[in-house]
């Protein structure tokens, strides 16, 4: 059985920051792919970043140089760092794992087997 759990999400003003997490834990190993989501209520949960088995890491364009991916082998935790946030930003985020993602498709939600509960990000301008 594989479970994720994110933690960090809260309220912060326009211009700020938060450091999301994800705790993987039974099954799934953390050096599989892991890739952050966002949703907001009446759209499609996008993606904004992957982190694959050997480190390297893709991130969308609408948070390249804002949003940075990584990953803690040691503590099976996965990050996203979050900086000059807007309020555009606001939605619930999802971390997500799975064995292998098709090359290119890392952004697709049904890459992905396992999914976390979310944790909901609010920025206020």
């Known amino acids: 059985q594989v479970q994720l759990m994110e933690s960090g999400g809260g309220s912060v003003q326009a211009g700020g920051s938060l450091r999301l997490s994800c705790a993987a834990s039974?099954?799934?190993?953390?050096?599989?792919?892991m890739g952050w989501f966002r949703q907001v209520p009446g759209k499609e949960r996008e993606g904004i970043a992957v982190?694959?088995?050997?480190?390297?890491?893709s991130h969308a364009d609408f948070v390249k140089g804002r949003f940075t991916i990584s990953k803690d082998n040691y503590k099976n935790t996965l990050y996203l760092e979050m900086n000059s946030l807007k309020p555009e930003d606001t939605a619930m985020y999802y971390c997500?794992?799975?064995?292998?993602?098709?090359?290119?498709?890392?952004?697709?939600?049904?890459?992905?087997?396992?999914w976390g509960q979310g944790t909901q990000v609010t920025v206020a301008s």
């Open positions: 039974g099954a799934t190993n953390i050096r599989s792919c």
């Open positions: 982190i694959d088995s050997a480190g390297k890491t």
């Open positions: 997500a794992s799975d064995v292998w993602i098709t090359p290119g498709s890392w952004d697709a939600e049904v890459e992905y087997m396992y």
